[in-house]
């Protein structure tokens, strides 16, 4: 298994443009995740699925989109990039859930992460 | 409001020695706690995790303790290595409808040979 992949790596990009964030994971998980985690900071959710077809918003969801068509792939969307959303992003899964109430054990699973410079 | 913090954000041991590295969480209804080590320019990679019915818990060579009364956690290194050097993450599952796991800022442990 690849486990979880992320494309680009790495992308710069000028204030106002759009790219969208690939994400890919083989182990059929249900819930998957974007996070970004800005220099010397934790990680923060930005959004969430449960499932395909199952969207829901993070802790700072402003400035992105998601969407989540089938169980393997949950690319993450920037319409109209700004400088605070340079940060390094990584997607996630897991098999149980993540969430506020949910599975004993959750091992979430990270993608190599998409270090993004907003200029 | 809910946060995890580390009590320091670096941490430098001789290879050998035993690390401890602390972490401090405010929300007392959080019910799971999970460690991660993230080397430079990769993603987090689980360690170990511990329910909040459970003061302890011990993995390879890694041991985490929970102290609820003051809501602490820690994570304890045994015969540190120098592949152990890498920033280590404590995030907490709050309570909070909507949240995945909430992550501390981190702590930068380097080891020396």
């Known amino acids: 298994n690849a486990g979880v992949t992320q494309t680009p790596k790495f992308r710069i990009l000028k204030i106002g443009q759009s790219m969208t964030l690939q994400c890919t994971q083989d182990m059929n998980h249900n819930y998957m995740y974007w996070y970004r985690q800005d220099p010397g900071m934790g990680l923060k959710l930005i959004y969430y699925s449960v499932g395909a077809g199952i969207t829901d918003k993070g802790e700072v969801p402003n400035g992105y989109n998601v969407s989540r068509s089938t169980t393997e792939d949950f690319p993450l969307r920037l319409e109209l990039a700004a400088p605070s959303q340079t940060s390094v992003y990584f997607c996630a899964s897991s098999s149980t859930s993540g969430l506020a109430g949910g599975s004993s054990y959750n091992e979430q699973f990270f993608g190599p992460g998409t270090r993004l410079t907003v200029l | 409001g809910e946060s995890v913090g580390l009590h320091l954000p670096t941490l430098s041991v001789q290879e050998g020695d035993n690390s401890i590295i602390n972490c401090a969480y405010s929300?007392?209804?959080?019910?799971?706690f999970i460690w991660y080590k993230q080397e430079s320019g990769k993603g987090p990679q689980f360690i170990i995790d511990?329910?909040?019915?459970?003061d302890k818990r011990q993995g390879q060579r890694v041991t985490v303790l929970l102290n609820k009364t003051v809501k602490h956690l820690s994570l304890q290194i045994a015969a540190t290595q120098p592949g152990d050097s890498a920033v280590y993450f404590c995030a907490e599952r709050s309570n909070q409808a909507g949240t995945a796991l909430i992550f501390g800022k981190g702590t930068t442990l380097s080891v020396s040979s």
């Open positions: 929300n007392s209804a959080s019910d799971y």
């Open positions: 511990i329910r909040s019915n459970m």
